[in-house]
């Protein structure tokens, strides 16, 4: 009797320790989830962040008859953007809403099952409206992150909590709103805050117990740990950084990471170096090297999974001084000649390939109109600045007090943000939402105040053109054509998905829900969601049968920081609902 006892409590400290994911979704699950099409269990449909179907039941055919299946309204006066991606599993949709909260929803019937909703502190500061944009499921448990910077493990089956723990101090004004990553029993986060002067970190714990594994500070000087003690340090203390700059210095975590299996690698993005205005961390003339390029900023981060220890780094704009943070996701793909890379669409408005091994540079071109802050990507992969179009240093100013004014394109919203593109492997192209838009900045004297935006600039977004902001672009990675360009009015700021039926899926602020030809961009379908789309679609089959959902609900960061553009579009209503389409009955069985 005392004999079995004790094996069951050596076991059960065993399996804690070794974090065995407990019945529910696998390591292999997440690993084949690109393929599975039963299931979206991973941001990004599958580790790789593609956002490709191979379903092809819905195609170019049929899809002007597509219907809705089901609604699901998240309720309450909560509203604002709704930037989720759904996760499909075992016969329910889970899903995030503005405010941090969850739902499990019945896939059949479209009722709730459980909702979370997450009692968030007074004082909490969310730069960029009260957004989360997915979960990640785990074994028997589900996880997200919350604006006051928590990470929570609900069960699966119940939605109750099972362990909650601080990613950092909401009140330094860190917040949290991406999909965490999940990789070999280890649920890996980013942070947000950039725009207050936090540092960027990349945290893993332990999934089963929320005990913390690894961090890793992105910016230069940090000390990271592992298991609880001192690692290494994040490059080198004052390389790239003046004084203690560093100290406060950016470079938020804040749209997660993908993992590439072939390389055992996870890549992260660091957001903007703090504070805006770059003349505070200059470190002598440009002449004396690239001593002001102010690592690992705007910067893709290549790191073992295992220790956080940092493999490569790619920076794409040194002394960053727009707000182009380089958080934008980083898809690993294999292009027409056979090459497996990276690419990225980066906020400084160009498209760029890495090498998968190592994060070298291998190409970069522009994928937005009228680029001002440089005229190209060097063949060492560094920009070729314009320095008039950096904004002016206001310690040279007569009053001291404000820099001159330059007008840079793309605007600080970026020539694409956080909303992610997809790649397609029957075309071999990427879908890129992207916006064209320009921006006056000027930069201002600050000093660090712990909770207080650290920026020390002033701005206002501008339209380029007359009739459009948003432009979703087919581009091919080998060559960097665009190959065609689908304009709308208001500015994109919806994920996109394509499938092997030959479509391409976005949502547009005016509240479409549309399906494009994925070689010509011809509309085929669209359908009225009753308020903003900002969400992320995803696509499964169930009972013999395709499904595609969608949330709707405006907001995001353009109703908040657009200067103009928002203005142009505040007659835009809020919302906050999922959506659900199918094929009718008929058609589905005919095919
Ligand atoms: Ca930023």
């Not at 009260?130 to 069960?155: C, E, H, P, Q, S």
């Not at 002067?197 to 594994?213: K, P």
């Not at 007359?466 to 990675?477: F, N, R, T, W, Y």
Request: glycine share 14%; net charge negative.
């Amino acid at each position: 009797m005392k004999r079995i006892l004790m094996t069951a409590a050596a076991l059960s400290l065993a399996t804690s320790g070794m974090a065995l994911a407990k019945g529910g979704v696998t390591e292999a699950d997440i690993a084949g989830d690109d393929a599975n099409t039963s299931q979206v269990v991973t941001n990004g449909m599958g580790r790789h962040l593609q956002r490709f179907s191979p379903l092809d039941q819905i195609n170019k055919d049929n899809v002007a008859d597509m219907v809705p299946a089901w609604a699901f309204s998240f309720g309450g006066e909560k509203q604002r953007g709704q930037e989720a991606q759904p996760l499909i599993y075992d016969g329910v949709m889970y899903v995030t809403g503005s405010y941090s909260r969850l739902y499990a929803i019945d896939l059949k019937t479209g009722e709730e099952i459980w909702q979370y909703d997450a009692r968030l502190p007074e004082g909490i500061l969310p730069c960029c409206d009260v957004v989360n944009r997915g979960a990640a499921i785990y074994g028997d448990k589900i996880y997200f992150g919350t604006l006051d910077a928590r990470i929570v493990a609900l069960d699966l089956k119940s939605g109750k909590v099972v362990w909650k723990k601080k990613i950092a101090d909401y009140k330094a004004g860190y917040s949290y709103t991406a999909a965490p990553l999940i990789v070999k029993g280890l649920i890996i986060t980013g942070n947000s805050g950039g725009e207050f002067g936090i540092v960027g970190e990349v945290q893993a714990r332990d999934a089963e117990t929320g005990e913390m594994v690894w961090t890793r500070p992105v910016i230069e000087g940090h000390m990271g740990t592992l298991n609880g003690k001192e690692s290494t340090m994040t490059g080198t203390l004052n390389a790239t950084w003046p004084g203690d700059m560093w100290k406060t210095g950016g470079g938020a975590t804040w749209l997660g990471g993908s993992y590439d299996a072939e390389t055992d690698t996870i890549v992260f993005g660091a957001g903007n170096p703090a504070p805006w205005n770059s003349h505070l961390r200059a470190a002598g003339e440009p002449s004396e090297g690239n001593k002001g390029d102010n690592l690992y900023a705007a910067s893709r981060i290549g790191m073992d999974p295992a220790t956080g220890e940092i493999k490569w780094h790619y920076q794409t704009t040194p002394r960053e001084g727009w707000d182009y943070d380089g958080v934008n996701e980083v898809v690993a793909y294999e292009g027409s000649d056979g090459e497996k890379r990276w690419a990225t669409a980066d906020r400084n408005g160009f498209f760029y390939v890495l090498n998968r091994e190592d994060g070298k540079f291998v190409s970069a071109t522009p994928f937005v109109k009228d680029i001002s802050w440089a005229t190209g990507i060097d063949d060492e992969g560094r920009p070729e600045f314009v320095e008039d179009n950096r904004p002016g240093n206001p310690a040279s100013a007569a009053d001291g007090k404000k820099g001159e004014t330059i007008f840079a394109v793309p605007s600080f919203l970026g020539g694409k943000n956080w909303m992610p593109m997809a790649f397609s492997q029957n075309t071999k192209m990427f879908y890129v939402p992207s916006n064209e838009w320009g921006m006056d900045i000027w930069n201002e004297p600050i000093t660090y105040k712990k909770g207080a935006a650290y920026l020390g600039a002033g701005f206002t977004i501008k339209p380029l053109f007359e009739d459009h902001i948003g432009s979703l672009k087919a581009i091919d990675p080998v060559s960097g054509d665009i190959k065609w360009e689908y304009k709308n009015a208001a500015p994109l700021w919806s994920g996109v998905m394509t499938t092997a039926g030959g479509l391409v899926f976005l949502g547009t602020p005016e509240g479409h829900f549309k399906a494009l030809d994925d070689e010509t961009g011809e509309v085929l379908w669209q359908f009225q969601t009753g308020s903003g789309i900002v969400g992320q679609p995803v696509t499964w089959d169930m009972d013999g049968n395709q499904y595609i959902a969608v949330a709707s609900g405006w907001g995001g960061a353009v109703p908040l920081w657009g200067g103009e553009v928002a203005k142009q579009v505040k007659y835009l209503n809020q919302g906050g609902s999922v959506w659900v389409f199918k094929l009718p009955r008929k058609m589905a069985s005919a095919n």
